[in-house]
Structures are given as C-alpha cells and as structure tokens.
C-alpha cells in the first residue's frame, strides 16, 4: 500500500518527524547560537521535519523570553525554510503564555508548541480559558496543544480539546501521558480535525497504530534517519520492518530517559561529537553510568 493510498487523518501539519531541540550552551552559560544554528541544519539533514525550539527538552524553564527570541530566530535563520519552526510559548501564566504566542507570531515561526499549564493544577473550565486566550492572540498561528501529565501535575480531557476546535488555529496535539488511549480518545470525539502527535519516542509506532500523524521526539537528535525510516514503513504499509525498526530503537528510548531529560540526550549528542553543554540547574550532567549505557546503545544502534 502506498502513502497516498491511506486515510486522510495522516495529513501531518507539522510533518511526521519534529525534534524538540535542546539548547546548546557555551562553556559560561550563554545560550551558544552559532551551535544551535549548526544543530538545527543537522537535524533537518538528518531526517527531521521540523523543530520544536524552546520546549522542554530546550529547557524553557531555565532560559530568559529575550534568550527564547533569540535563539528562535538564529535557528530559522540557519533553516531557511527547509523545516517547520515550532516555538515553545506555553506557561502557568495565561498573560505570558498570551504574550509569548504573540511573538512567536510575530517572529514567523509555522507553530506554538502550548503546554498545560503547570503546577497552579486548573479545572478543565480553566484549561479550556487558557488555550481560548493564546488561540485568540495569535488567531494565524497554527498551535499545538502540549499535555504531559507527568510534568504538570494536571491532564488536558479529550473533551475539552474538543470543545477548543472551534479555534480554527487549534490544528495538533502532542499526546506525552504515556498511554496510547489518549490518541484513541482524541480520535472518538475529535477525528481528522486534530492531528495527533506522540510525545514519547517508546510509544511512537504503538500510537501510529491507533492514530498519531508523527512525533515530537527526543530521539531524533541522534537516530532521526531511523525514526523517520520506521514512520515511513509504516505509512507505506510495511508493517514488518516499521516493527523492526522500532524494536531496534527502544534501547536508545530508554537510555535516553534513564535520567530526567535533557540531562541524557546532551550527553548522547556530546558522545557524538555536538558538545552542547551541559544542562542549566537545577539539571546536572549526565552522570558516568548513564554516559557508559548511552555510549554502548550508541554503538549497537544500525544505519537505516
């Protein structure tokens, strides 16, 4: 079966493959742009559709809006075009969540990345209030809605991402709760109007099964090629080596979060030869025994 032969709910806004990029930083701290600027044409070189700047796995929580907007725009610029931008402007504060959407249209990404608000825990009337305002202050700009439990402490319904497709720019939706009845609760209430991304690179192919358009992944800073070979696959009706391939990545899947991420994907990227710094605290760097497993899964994963 051919790609154009299968159902239209595999139209994917943002492509199949998005990276949510880490930040590199120079040895003082700094934000280093001119690195950021050669990952980004790497990753897009190496099987990545689009990029996710300033996400978590970017460490937004650390970094200034002025050192956001920045980076933002040092990574489309060494883009050019070639991938879809995807600004990080999500926050527990609806007015700098407003703010920040604001100028990421402003900058001329393709998207916001917008996560549940965290920690302040809000009732889905409050959820849904949240994303009606950033989706009102950028009506042009295609958002993500971002829900990842396990970070926030609150979960996004599927009923109340319904109730949000009445904002036209309310266009996907990164599904990071770990279980793929999320993507089959999206897809019951909000069908083809939603395009479903995995959040978890684990559970990437599980979630094609039942749905997902793509993934924002981690993974794909090292194994793009193969992430997007094992999408591919699938959507080429190659169900036996789309399986194959995804049981080839699932080591690398878990090395990558035997630590709380970023700390293992920068020391993946500095065992290849990106030496993006190390995390701002309160993150550390990878410790020794995750450094040794990530370099051995490294060394036992294939070229596609």
Sequence with gaps: MSSAALQPWLNAPFGRVVTAMVTPFAPNGAVDHVLAGRLADHLVSHGSDGLVICGTTGESPTLSWAEQHRLIAAVQEAVAGRARIIAGSGSNCTAEAVEATREAASLGVDGALVVVPYYNKPPQ????????????????????????????????????????????????????????????????????????????????????????????????????????????????????????????????????????????????????????????????????????????????????
Excluded at 224 to 244: E, K, N, T, V
Excluded at 269 to 277: Q, R
């Design 125 to 304: 009337e409050g959820l849904e209030a949240h994303f009606r305002a950033v989706a009102a202050a950028a009506p042009a700009l295609p958002l993500m809605l971002y829900n990842i439990p396990g970070r926030t402490g609150c979960s996004l319904a599927p009923e109340t991402t319904a109730r949000l497709l009445d904002c036209p720019n309310v266009v996907a939706y990164k599904a990071a709760s770990g279980t793929t009845e999320e993507v089959s609760a999206l897809r019951a209430l909000c069908g083809d109007r939603l395009a479903v991304y995995s959040g978890d690179d684990a559970l990437t192919l599980p979630m094609l099964a039942v749905g997902a358009v793509g993934v924002v992944s981690v993974a794909s800073h090292v194994a793009g090629p193969q992430i997007s070979a094992m999408i591919r696959a699938f959507l080429d009706g190659d169900p036996a080596r789309a399986l194959a391939l995804h049981e080839q990545l699932l080591p690398l899947c878990r090395a990558l979060f035997a630590s709380t991420n970023p700390i293992p994907v920068k020391a993946a990227l500095d065992l290849c030869g990106w030496p993006v710094g190390a995390p701002r605290l309160p993150l550390l760097s990878a410790s020794d025994a995750v450094r040794q497993r990530l370099s051995e899964t490294l060394a036992a994963l294939r070229p596609t």
